[in-house]
């Protein structure tokens, strides 16, 4: 792991460490560092920050841009003024743990492209997805994160539907994905925070 990525590894440590203090947040954390690749995959297989350490990247953009958008429905224009423990806990736990559900499903493969200069077929090394236990995006982070740690009502609300209409359930029927918007201002802070990570941040990034 280069510099850059083990300073990330410690900034995402340092945080959770200090600010998620629930029980079972050690038990939690702990598993991502001996159990998961939470620190060393890519966040996808082709499009935002897909290389080692993506995935830890996108986390920390998330995290950042919650406590930004938090801050300013909170209305607090000063930036070193603290947030509440509790909020500043869900903030961490959200920014963070939203994608658990993507550890340990990528994995580095020989693949084929077209060389579009040549016209000849190459084999370059890339990765594919495939998750061993496929229960849905959100779904599955819920479950791997209410294994170790409880979650607060609106933090499993802003979990389950971090993506939006983007999410295959949403796209079938909305009432639960408005429903849980009007529920809780967590469901769509995170919904904002990981989209401005995702096409804002992040394809900054790769051009």
């Known amino acids: 792991m280069d510099f850059m990525k083990k300073k990330s590894a410690a900034e995402i440590k340092s945080a959770f460490s200090k600010l998620v203090t629930r029980p079972g947040a050690e038990k939690l954390l702990a598993w991502l560092e001996e159990e998961t690749d939470f620190f060393t995959a890519p966040a996808s297989t082709k499009h935002h920050l897909n290389h080692p350490g993506g995935l830890m990247e996108h986390s920390l953009n998330v995290m950042g841009n919650l406590n930004r958008i938090t801050r300013r429905d909170l209305n607090l224009e000063d930036e070193h003024s603290e947030l509440p423990q509790q909020i500043a806990e869900t903030v961490v736990i959200l920014g ?14 020989t693949k084929r492209r077209k060389n579009q200069e040549t016209g000849r077929w190459e ?9 061993p236990l496929p229960l849905g995006h959100g779904e599955k982070s819920l479950y791997l994160i209410q294994r170790h740690m409880d979650l607060l009502p609106e933090e499993a609300l802003a979990i389950r539907w971090h993506m939006g209409a983007y999410d295959n359930a949403a796209k079938a ?8 918007m009007v529920a809780s201002p967590w469901v769509w802070r995170l919904q904002e925070a990981d989209m401005c990570a995702a096409w804002i941040d992040e394809r900054e990034t790769q051009e």
């Open 123 to 131: 084999d370059y090394q890339g990765f594919v997805f495939r998750d």
């Open 96 to 109: 963070l743990l939203h994608d658990v559900c993507k550890v340990n499903c990528y994995h580095l493969e």
């Open 173 to 180: 029927d909305q009432r639960a994905l408005s429903a849980a």
